[in-house]
């Protein structure tokens, strides 16, 4: 399973970080300051990194990250929610945040979604779905739900960015292609097929759920 590194000075927030992603199935690894997370980088697939570190910031440590051709995704722990603020981050090679104070089904489910964009995960669960990517395999409750080739690209690509409100045209561009000649009522017919093999209703969705006036969003929890 892939391997977290989490940098921040605040204990209770390593126990709680750790104790939810150690639940996801993941090797965690954990330093208090900026120096002592330097040798760690290397050896993690992700990193969660607090932006106020004693001896270095969290900020600085992604840039030195970078400079030296480290290429794992980065999540920042913050206090700050200002736009110039998160602009300074991801100029120094910042994949994502999570502003303080925040929910850690959140930092995991967002854990879960660079590792996946990454390329890391071979395989993820949502709920009782699960999903190989490397064996294009779903399975529900532990039975295997047949999809077709589109289905199952529709399918995870919403899951690889759960959370995330998805348009029809995005989606239709993303898993059709650009040069689809279809009109975006095929996304809506694929989304109810979908619903329906996963036993997922459009009322009470555990997965696929509708964005009014925009698409749809696939459920980061599953519940």
């Given at each position: 399973?892939?391997?977290?590194?989490?940098?921040?000075?605040?204990?209770?927030?390593?126990?709680?970080?750790?104790?939810?992603?150690?639940?996801?199935?993941h090797t965690v690894l954990e330093a208090r300051t900026g120096p002592d997370a330097r040798d760690l980088l290397a050896r993690a697939d992700v990193a969660i990194l607090d932006w106020m570190?004693?001896?270095?910031?969290?900020?600085?440590l992604a840039r030195d990250a970078r400079r030296a051709g480290l290429t794992l995704p980065l999540l920042m722990l913050t206090g700050r929610g200002e736009e110039e603020d998160k602009l300074?981050?991801?100029?120094?090679?910042?994949?994502?945040?999570?502003?303080?104070?925040?929910?850690?089904?959140?930092?995991?489910?967002?854990?879960?979604?660079?590792?996946?964009?990454?390329?890391?995960?071979?395989?993820?669960?949502?709920?009782?779905?699960?999903?190989?990517?490397?064996?294009?395999?779903?399975?529900?409750?532990?039975?295997?739900?047949?999809?077709?080739?589109?289905?199952?690209?529709?399918?995870?690509?919403?899951?690889?960015?759960?959370?995330?409100?998805?348009?029809?045209?995005?989606?239709?561009?993303?898993?059709?292609?650009?040069?689809?000649?279809?009109?975006?009522?095929?996304?809506?017919?694929?989304?109810?097929?979908?619903?329906?093999?996963?036993?997922?209703?459009?009322?009470?969705?555990?997965?696929?759920?509708?964005?009014?006036?925009?698409?749809?969003?696939?459920?980061?929890?599953?519940?």
């Amino acid at each position: 399973m892939p391997t977290v590194l989490i940098v921040d000075d605040d204990p209770a927030i390593l126990e709680i970080l750790r104790t939810y992603l150690n639940a996801e199935g993941h090797t965690v690894l954990e330093a208090r300051t900026g120096p002592d997370a330097r040798d760690l980088l290397a050896r993690a697939d992700v990193a969660i990194l607090d932006w106020m570190l004693p001896g270095l910031s969290g900020v600085q440590l992604a840039r030195d990250a970078r400079r030296a051709g480290l290429t794992l995704p980065l999540l920042m722990l913050t206090g700050r929610g200002e736009e110039e603020d998160k602009l300074r981050g991801l100029d120094g090679g910042v994949d994502d945040y999570v502003v303080k104070p925040f929910s850690p089904r959140e930092v995991t489910a967002r854990v879960r979604a660079l590792l996946r964009r990454a390329g890391v995960q071979a395989a993820f669960s949502v709920g009782e779905l699960h999903v190989d990517l490397r064996a294009r395999e779903v399975r529900l409750a532990g039975a295997r739900v047949e999809l077709s080739k589109l289905e199952f690209d529709l399918l995870t690509t919403m899951a690889q960015h759960a959370g995330m409100a998805w348009s029809r045209e995005r989606l239709l561009e993303r898993v059709w292609g650009s040069d689809f000649p279809g009109t975006e009522r095929v996304v809506d017919v694929h989304i109810t097929s979908l619903r329906r093999k996963l036993r997922d209703p459009p009322d009470t969705p555990r997965f696929i759920e509708t964005v009014r006036g925009v698409g749809y969003r696939f459920r980061e929890d599953g519940d």
